[in-house]
Each structure stands twice: as structure tokens, then as C-alpha cells.
């Protein structure tokens, strides 16, 4: 069954500190995975995009690993900042009709 | 452009009136996607159009009714809805299968907050 599991649910930082979200995934046939950040009543915005060859990708303070061989992927925040406070999904992409595979998300506040 | 343009924002409608939700891309992409999201949960897909053409129907209720007039647009007629209906419908559009798959990536647009009285 393709699923896409995150963790943890919720996480709470201070302003400032680092944290790392973990995603878990078994679609197959794989194509590509994402990370999106979804303010509350808006539509997701992509972070970056990870296909089975890359390891590591980083966009500004976001830095996404993948390792295809235990089907992982984490999103690191560093220096976090009050925008920062949104929910992150994991997204994979399987090859069959791009269908698309949504993780729960984790739902991150950061306190000044 | 690497937008996704949905319109309207936010809709209040009854449960005997019909609209709809319309959708817009100028990407070239020629997959278009409707998801619903309730309240802290993760999207949950409803419609695949490729080519224009319907390819996925996850068993919506025929009170959705999805039409893709041209590459571009995206429209999810409704009529008849319930009150557990209310959510935010979200459109997205990729790169298909004829393609590079490798680095397509789903755009999604900010959704339309629908919500039946």
C-alpha cells in the first residue's frame, strides 16, 4: 500500500533553534519526493524536491535529505523564525499518473 | 509564471445552489489535479486530468462535477452539496507522464474556502 508517514505530529521550538522533521514512505513506483509548507486556509508551497538519486538538497534555510534504500526523507530548519510556524507535508510522488501521496503533515510552532 | 490561479477565494453557497470553482494555469502542464482538505488533515485527491482528459476519479460524489475546457483551465462544477462538503478545495497542475517525471513538480494554487450553510 503506498503510504507516506511523517513524525512528529506537532513540534514546538523556540525562535532561533534548529529542528528536523522526518517523513517515511513506501510508494513505489517512486519518482520524486517534496516538502511542502502549508500556512493554515492556503494552498501548499513547495520547499524542494528530492528525486531517488539525490541525497541532499538545500534551499536557504531548509535542507532536505532522502535516502531511497530505507525510503527516508527529513527537512531540517535551522535558525528558525516566527514565519517559519506552518504545517510541513511530505509528498511522494509515485510514476503511475504522477498520482501525488500526502503525508499528515507536521504541524510546526515556533515561540518568540 | 509558476502560478496557479484559482478563483473564487472563498464561497458561501446553500444546499440547493449550483457554482463553480474555476481553476488557471499558463504553465504548459498538461496534468490538472482537484483536491479537497478538511481542517488539519492532508489533502486528499478527487480529479486527474491529463490531456484534458479524465484519468483518475477517486469514487467522488456525482454532486462534483469536474470539466477541463482546455489546457489551461479547470473547472469543478457543484450542485446539491451537504454541509460536510465545507473545505478547502484545492487545484494543482504538473508536468505528465510524457515527460521527464524525474523533476516535475506539482504547483499548487491557494485554494478556495467553500463552505455550505
Known amino acids: 500500500k503506498n503510504q507516506v508517514e511523517q513524525s512528529p505530529q506537532s513540534l514546538i521550538i523556540l525562535e532561533g533553534k534548529n529542528c528536523t522533521l522526518q517523513?517515511?514512505?513506501?510508494?513505489?513506483?517512486?519518482?520524486?519526493l517534496r516538502w511542502y509548507k502549508q500556512d493554515t486556509g492556503r494552498g501548499p508551497v513547495s520547499l524542494t524536491i528530492?528525486?531517488?538519486?539525490?541525497n541532499t538538497k538545500s534551499n536557504g534555510r531548509y535542507t532536505a535529505t532522502l535516502d531511497a534504500d530505507t525510503k527516508q526523507s527529513s527537512l531540517h530548519i535551522t535558525a528558525s523564525q516566527l514565519s517559519d510556524s506552518a504545517s510541513y507535508i511530505c509528498?511522494?510522488?509515485?510514476?503511475?499518473?504522477?498520482?501525488?501521496?500526502f503525508g499528515r503533515g507536521t504541524q510546526l510552532t515556533v515561540w518568540p | 509564471d509558476t502560478e496557479v490561479t484559482q478563483t473564487p477565494k472563498h464561497l458561501v453557497m446553500g444546499m440547493t445552489n449550483k457554482k463553480s470553482l474555476k481553476c488557471e494555469q499558463h504553465?504548459?502542464?498538461?496534468?490538472m489535479y482537484w483536491y479537497k482538505q478538511k481542517a488539519k488533515k492532508p489533502p486528499e485527491l478527487m480529479f486527474v486530468y491529463s490531456y484534458e482528459k479524465l484519468s483518475i476519479n477517486e469514487s467522488v460524489p456525482s454532486r462534483f462535477s469536474p470539466e477541463c475546457p482546455n489546457s489551461s483551465l479547470l473547472n469543478l462544477h457543484l450542485h446539491a452539496l451537504q454541509p460536510e462538503d465545507s473545505a478547502l478545495y484545492l487545484c494543482?497542475?504538473?508536468?505528465?507522464?510524457?515527460?521527464?517525471?524525474?523533476?516535475?513538480?506539482?504547483?499548487f494554487g491557494q485554494g478556495t474556502r467553500l463552505t455550505v450553510v
Open positions: 504553465m504548459g502542464h498538461r496534468a
Open positions: 509528498v511522494a510522488r509515485g510514476s503511475t499518473l504522477g498520482r501525488l501521496y
Open positions: 494543482a497542475s504538473s508536468a505528465t507522464g510524457r515527460t521527464n517525471l524525474m523533476n516535475t513538480e506539482a504547483f
Open positions: 528530492m528525486t531517488f538519486s539525490e
Open positions: 517523513c517515511n514512505y513506501t510508494v513505489s513506483p517512486f519518482s520524486n
